[in-house]
Structures are given as C-alpha cells and as structure tokens.
C-alpha cells in the first residue's frame, strides 16, 4: 500500500485516540462543512462526502452490537488533531491530503462509502496482493472494503485462510514492536478483526498459534477477543468437551510469545507471560482480585503517558486470562 503518511511507529501509537473525541471532531467537521465547501476544493468536497455517511453511523454506533464495535474500533483510527487542524486552515494541502486519505480508507473500513458499488476482491486477487501487494497495483478502498466485508461471512472463505497463511511466528527474543504506517496499521486490525472472528472455524493448532502470537496486539488493535472464546466455551454442543478445550486455550496463552510495553514513552517490554505469571501469583495471595488487578496494572503504568490506554489492554488480558483459567465462560 501507499504509504499516507512518512511517519511509522508501532501499533501502539495508532491506538491512542479517545471514541468520544472522534466524534466530536466529526461533528465539528459537519458543523463547519458548508464554509469548507465554499472554497470549491474537489479534494474536499470528495472527503466530506466520504464523511458523511460516517459522520451519520459514527452517532448511531450500538456498543452491544459485536460489528458495530468493530466498525466502531477501526473509526478510532480517525485522528481528532489532525481535523481539528484541517478545519484550521483548509488550505494546507498536507493536512487535506492526509484527512482525504484516512477518511476514505476508514469509510470503506466500515462499511460507509455507499454511494461506491464496490465489489470485494475475490481469491485470486486477495492472494496475489498478499504475495506481491508492493509490486501489484490495486484499490487500497477495495482492499480495506473486502476485509471488512469478509468480517460479515458466517462460513469458511478461501480468502480468510489465505490472509491467516500472512501471520508469522512472533519472536519471543525480540523485544522490539514493529512499526507500521498509519494504512498499515489499519490494515493489520483489519486483518485481526477478520482472523479473530473467524477463531471458531479454525483448527485448534490455528486457535492455538493466534492465542500465542496474535493475543495482545489482536486485543490493542480493538479485537473483542473475549466474545470470541466465550461464544466457542459457552456454547452446548454433543461431543465438545467445554472444560477440555478452555484448558487448551489456558495453556496456550501460558505458552504465549508476545511481548507487552511496560514503559509507554520508550517502550521497553516484558514477555507478557512473565506479566501474567506474576499477576496470577498475587491474585491467589487471599486478596480480592479487583483489588489486586487494579493495583498490578497501577504498578506498572501509574504516572505514564497514556496510562488509562495502557492499562485498558493489560486490564483485558489479565480479564480474559483469568475468566480461561476459572472457567467463567463454561455452560452454567
């Protein structure tokens, strides 16, 4: 893909935009839309109207509906600041060109470009973009689309297999987080929304190698990893043993190979089963675990920048891997 921008950092720092404060800035935008399209830039006008079909969603969004938290989760990679700074003075052409961009990937990431009759790109294609996407020439718009699009499908698809073949064993001796472009990053959500709904259709040695690769950045990139096991653990079904197969998800975090930040300005890491092993340690000290968790992840964040984001994930993690181990997502 194009890169949008000449800034890459890691997943993180794609992340850390408040849902609140992106839909106020898009309010902003559609506040001031008329004296914007007096200037009779086509490059405005054009993102406006990508715009808007977000703009309408973005405050009808349902946090009970599991898309619409997705959809809801690749919004937030909307930059506040950098609207803000474009509703400043619409004439700078970085500033416009940056917005146009992100507004039209997050709008097909969405699901919102309706005027666009887009079709899906089919397997062929998708795999000849996995395999040569930096010599191929193709539609960011109907590559982002085509991933969301496939985020709807209730039934195995080539596609997503091919996708999933794309993820790599993580390192567990490297302690440096990779870095994306804004797109990139984007994309890489997309891609772990789309892996993480499907975790039910998977083999178990595919469940297992995403819960020990891809656990912590699926759940920074917005995943609702939780409502994915639990739909899997909760379910009755002849034959399935429940308790068996949460040991095995347990187990597998347990043998996890990620790494997660405990400092947020120079984001020096600690393997996240290392986190997990000690955390667990003081849960089963005596103490309520509410308190003990709250006071771990306040150990490890308290007084950084962006503690409340930080501590979010690590709050996840520690949730998801104590309900595993307890078995709170089992039939009652």
Known sequence: MAEESPISHNLFFFRLEKWEDIKNSLSLLADKKESLLQGGDKVVVKMLGYLDQLFLGAHIYNDKNIFETIDISTASFLSPA????????PTVQILRDRLSVQSSLVSAATLNLLEFNFEPYNYDEVASILIDGNKKIYSDLIFVYTLRALVELNEPDNRIGAIFTTLVPVDPEVQEFPLYYWNEALVFSLIM????????????????????????????????????????????VVGFDNDQMGRTFTKAIEGNFEHVPIDTVTFDSRKLTEILSEYIGKVYSGDIKTLIQEKFIQGVYK????????????????????SLRTGEYLPK
């Open 82 to 89: 950098l609207i803000k700074e474009f509703i400043k003075d």
């Open 193 to 236: 929304q789309l892996v993480w709904k499907n975790f039910f259709l998977f083999s178990l040695s595919q469940q297992e190698f995403l819960l020990r690769n891809y656990l912590f950045s699926a759940i920074v990139s917005g995943v609702p990893v939780e409502h994915w096991i639990k739909q899997i653990l909760s379910s009755e």
């Open 303 to 322: 007084g950084q920048l962006e503690e409340k984001k930080f501590s979010e994930w690590l709050r996840i993690l520690f949730q998801l891997y104590y």
